[in-house]
């Protein structure tokens, strides 16, 4: 993970186009790189929203996007994507893992959580394979860009379970 710079916007605009971003987050296809630098300018100034670009270790490419916002306290919720040509290689989970060392230190948070589209296979195993919890309970239609999505909810805490839990194996 990096710190987006202005300089990335061309980039971050190209990306919106494809269609699995499309249709599986809420990124707009009609976003600008204004938009993207002014969405970056209005990040720097908020104490409540973190951002980074995916980046892919060998080559240092540019690879995909991931966000926090806290939204209590002690729990923030996270989101991303991971450009085409860079799927698969589990960019998406190792910057999860990242993005939640970052939360707890710089926000103290003690749960992290995000929804995927319930048809997001991929986003789903990228989410347990970064060590979250899928949480049936929280499900939930959402409306979406003007249409209802079934989303599926996960979370991550890195707090040990209580002394009187019970668990089985190593």
């Known amino acids: 993970m990096r710190d987006w ?7 971050y605009v190209d990306q919106l186009a494809d269609p699995e ?12 790189a204004d938009h993207f630098r002014a969405a ?4 720097g100034r908020r104490a409540d929203q973190a951002g980074f670009a995916i980046t892919d270790a060998a080559s240092r490419r540019l690879a995909g996007n991931i966000a926090a916002e806290r939204i209590s306290e002690h ?28 939360l707890a230190e710089h926000w103290q948070v003690h749960e992290v959580v995000l929804w995927t589209h ?9 989410a347990e394979r970064a060590g979250f919890r899928y949480r049936p309970e929280r499900d939930e239609i959402r409306a979406v860009g003007g249409q209802m999505w079934p989303a599926c ?16 194996g190593p």
């Open 5 to 11: 710079s202005p300089d990335d916007a061309a980039w």
């Open 21 to 32: 971003i499309q249709r599986f987050t809420t990124e707009r296809a009609t976003t600008t």
């Open 40 to 43: 970056l300018r209005e990040l």
């Open 75 to 102: 729990t923030a919720e996270v989101s991303y994507w991971v450009a085409p040509g860079f799927r698969g290689r589990g960019l998406a989970s190792d910057a999860l893992r990242s993005m939640n060392a970052w």
């Open 118 to 126: 319930a048809d997001n296979i991929a986003s789903r195993r990228t």
């Open 153 to 168: 909810w996960y979370s991550y805490t890195a707090d040990p379970p209580p002394k009187d839990s019970c668990h089985l």
